[in-house]
């Protein structure tokens, strides 16, 4: 099963906010995209001005450019047949991204308006499976479960009689299996020390005692058995569900310290942002008001503009890679899209502030495609 067959809105906060921006406009249509390759630079936002027949309108698109550039917040507009480009000022993107966190915008959408979405493994509900093919297909079930919570549906997971994994969608659609491929692991020195066949529990010890690295993440023993087990779900979620995954000593100590880079960056994304919270309250107790606005436009210098755009679009992104992955089922979009993610929040953590408000939506989207995925991330904590 390729996916789901539904369509899902990948638009995050800040095309959202920029379409709202557009109905103040006289007349027209249209429909907004996050340019990858853009006369502007990164962090641009496409939009494109449709007719009734859902052609590109030019007239529209040379008028709305001219509006466009002229609205507050706007940095810059080019207009690109078909596209208008446009780039927001840093302090706009910042707001407009945390407005939709906190709004439960970002990586999250209403398509399914409580209709019912139930999915079937074998080993749900009997506990904890053995064999890593056995356990690659509950994650991967429990996955999409979050997935499709993540679109409005009211999940419910069975236990199954059936060796494949399946969805349904009462009453329109039936049961159909969601075709998760099998796992090999080669010969090498880690399957050897376990006799032979490694298993769940395998890997969750190694990590527990500190023969399976993560890296600078080093876990307190009351986090070893939560961390072992989101090790063993990043390396089977991280591969396509229809591919085998095929493992070997050079994979899983790769995997580990991959992981370890992931979360420590959640870490550090969470733990600033706290300390912005903490800050806003502060403000208002002192001031008796708000000051949540003075506490995000904290930056630094020395590229930390560039910080905030590179973030905010990735924060955008999420949006986009959640819908795709709950149509197709598919985790392994957001693992990658963490790895990414958490890649940016390391180079960003020099230049930008600690009191930065961008870290607040940035840790919620690691933290949310994580949790989407089937990893849980509550491991490592500030």
Known sequence: MAGTSERYDGRGPIQRRLLELLSGYTTGSFQTSIATNSPLGPGTIRVRAVEENGKTSVLAGEAVTEWLGSQPGVEEVAWRIPYVHVRFETDVLREWVN?????????RGHEGDGREAVIGAAGLETGRPRSLEEFRRTALARAAGALMGSRGFQVSLRESSEESAWIELPPASPATAINIAGVDVKNGPMRARHGGTILVADLVADVRRGSLSLGELEPEPEEAEALGEALVTFLLARVERERRVVLDDRAIRGGALELGTILLAARLASSRAEGVQRGVRAGGAEGGGSGGSEAEGVVSENGADESVRALASHV??????????????????????????????????????????????????????????GIDPSGPEA
């Open 99 to 107: 407005e939709g966190t906190r709004a439960g915008e970002s990586g």
């Open 316 to 373: 955008e992104w999420f949006s986009g890679v959640a819908a795709r992955a709950a149509a197709q089922l598919e985790p392994a979009l957001l693992i990658r899209y963490a790895v990414s993610l958490a890649d940016l929040i390391g180079e960003a953590s020099g230049p930008l502030a600690p009191e930065d408000g961008i870290w607040e939506a940035s840790a919620h989207a690691l933290r949310g495609a994580l949790a989407l995925a």
